[in-house]
Antibody, heavy 124, light 111 residues
């Protein structure tokens, strides 16, 4: 059982940079079969994957958001940080930190543990 | 609009069996990327139900099962219970989009 908890601002202004921190109870092993990622969900809408950092440090980003996203980790603190630049009101959503793993290739990752989510409102 | 198509809603009476479809294309399910399923009760984080097409995590009742064939996948729930009322999402990887994708979700109503 792995627990994840998101922390960060609940309100950001348009054009500002959002910084979210995920603190995990256990960090993924040094392998490309485990990782930590971020998924968001606008109110009443579907889930959208944003980024993942694998246990070996390999990173992947949603191509449409890649220029605005940065995912980093601090293994000593069991934390993963996501920054998203130039926030827009349409990006008001609940941001989930997720633990992912796969029993095969790293593109086959699924998300087995989720944080409770952090609602971020983008408004002036 | 997602590349994984799910019905917006399904319903069933307690005890019945329902299925939720997830239809993809040649760049995701058709390429061989696995499908995974999640259950989300409103206001709560999603929960993994099925991974790698057919596998259930420990703690998920065997009333939930997954299948996959070609560019489609299905989630079946037998012996429907009131507590199954939730939104259900499928997820896979899309090689053309180079990202993980979710379906739009299916709202299950237990009558």
């Amino acid at each position: 059982q792995i627990t994840l908890k998101e922390s960060g601002p609940t309100l950001v202004k348009p054009t500002q940079t959002l910084t979210l921190t995920c603190t995990l109870s256990a960090f993924p092993q040094n392998t490309r079969q485990m990782g930590v990622g971020w998924i968001r969900q606008p109110p009443g809408k579907a889930l959208e994957w944003l980024a993942v950092i694998y246990g070996d440090g390999y990173k992947l980003y949603s191509p449409s958001l890649k220029r605005r996203l940065t995912i980093t980790r601090d293994t000593s603190e069991n934390q993963v940080v996501l920054t998203m630049a130039n926030m827009d009101p349409v990006e008001t959503a609940t941001y989930f930190c997720v633990h992912g793993r796969t029993n095969s290739g790293y593109f086959q990752i699924f998300f087995d543990y989720w944080g409770q989510g952090s609602l971020v409102t983008v408004s002036s | 609009q997602s590349v994984l198509t799910q019905p917006p809603s399904v319903s069933g009476a307690p005890g019945q069996t329902i299925t939720i479809s997830c239809t993809g294309n040649r760049s995701n399910l058709g390429t061989g990327y696995d499908v995974h399923w999640y259950q989300q009760v409103p206001g709560i984080a999603p929960k993994l139900l099925i991974y790698h097409n057919t596998n259930r995590p420990s703690g998920v009742p065997d009333r939930f099962s997954g299948s996959r064939s070609g560019t489609s996948a299905s989630l079946a729930i037998t012996g429907l219970q009131a507590e199954d009322e939730a939104d259900y999402y499928c997820q896979s990887y899309d090689g053309d989009l180079s990202r993980w994708v979710f379906g739009e979700g299916t709202k299950l109503t237990v009558l």
